[in-house]
Nanobody, 128 residues
């Protein structure tokens, strides 16, 4: 059974940092594209970042590029999202998921419906 468990969320002031973790079981994170997504109250879920298999090519939403970094620790079977220079608009529930569509070429990394095995999410709140 595939299971993803997020952790690391919390309350932080604007300009601060948090590191989110996505611990996987039932799969090896280096064999799957893993993505981070977020959903703010009243808004649709949006893609934040993904990391590919193998060499681990990374992809970022424009709104977080240069501030967030996705990485993978194969020995811990965990994917991380390092979030720096946080802004109030980053406030959301952050979730991770695995890419399950037949082919990943990087151009559609952001498509939420191509992902499955969603974790329960972790709340990130950034105060002004």
């Amino acid at each position: 059974e595939v299971q993803l468990v997020e952790s690391g969320g919390g309350l932080v002031q604007a300009g601060g940092s948090l590191r989110l973790s996505c611990a996987a079981s039932g799969i090896s994170v280096d064999g799957y594209v893993i993505g981070w997504f977020r959903q703010a109250p009243g808004k649709e879920r949006e893609a934040v970042s993904s990391i590919s298999i193998g060499v681990g090519r990374t992809y970022y939403a424009t709104s977080v590029k240069g501030r967030f970094t996705i990485s993978r620790d194969n020995s811990k079977n965990t994917v991380y999202l390092q979030m720096n220079s946080l802004k109030p608009e980053d406030t959301a529930v952050y979730s991770c998921a695995t890419y399950v569509a037949p082919l990943f070429d990087g151009t559609t990394w952001y498509r939420t419906h191509d992902y499955a095995y969603w974790g329960q999410g972790t709340q990130v709140t950034v105060s002004p």
